[in-house]
């Protein structure tokens, strides 16, 4: 069982910047695929970042592209996802995910889920 705790949200101005971390316990870190989520109130959870096991193929929804980065560091059992040029669109509920599987993981599949940690853009 992997235990997944996010954080690092809060209210930032569009064009700003905003790093949120996932801290992961439990299982090999390093053994499962990595992602984030996103999800406005009453709408689908949104696919964001994927990263696989090693960090060296990462993936991202065309909407983020370029202005957010999502990392690892196994050592620290931490996944992060850096964004940069913030814009009021991007304000959502960010959620951690693992999975064995990187197809899982970029699907949104049952895995593993954090509680979620909210990121607000004001404009």
């Known amino acids: 069982q992997v235990h997944l705790e996010e954080s690092g949200g809060g209210l930032v101005q569009a064009g700003g910047s905003l790093r949120v971390s996932c801290a992961a316990s439990?299982?090999?870190?390093?053994?499962?695929?990595m992602g984030w989520f996103r999800q406005l109130p009453g709408k689908e959870r949104e696919f964001v970042a994927a990263?696989?096991?090693?960090?060296?193929?990462?993936y991202y929804a065309d909407s983020v592209k370029g202005r957010f980065t999502i990392s690892r560091d196994n050592g620290a059992n931490t996944l992060s996802l850096q964004m940069n040029s913030l814009k009021p669109s991007d304000t959502a509920v960010y959620y951690c995910?693992?999975?064995?599987?990187?197809?899982?993981?970029?699907?949104?599949?049952?895995?593993?889920w954090g509680q979620g940690t909210q990121v607000t853009v004001s404009s």
């Open positions: 439990g299982r090999a870190f390093n053994n499962y695929a």
């Open positions: 995910t693992a999975d064995p599987f990187l197809v899982n993981v970029r699907s949104g599949g049952p895995g593993h």
């Open positions: 990263i696989d096991w090693s960090g060296t193929s990462t």
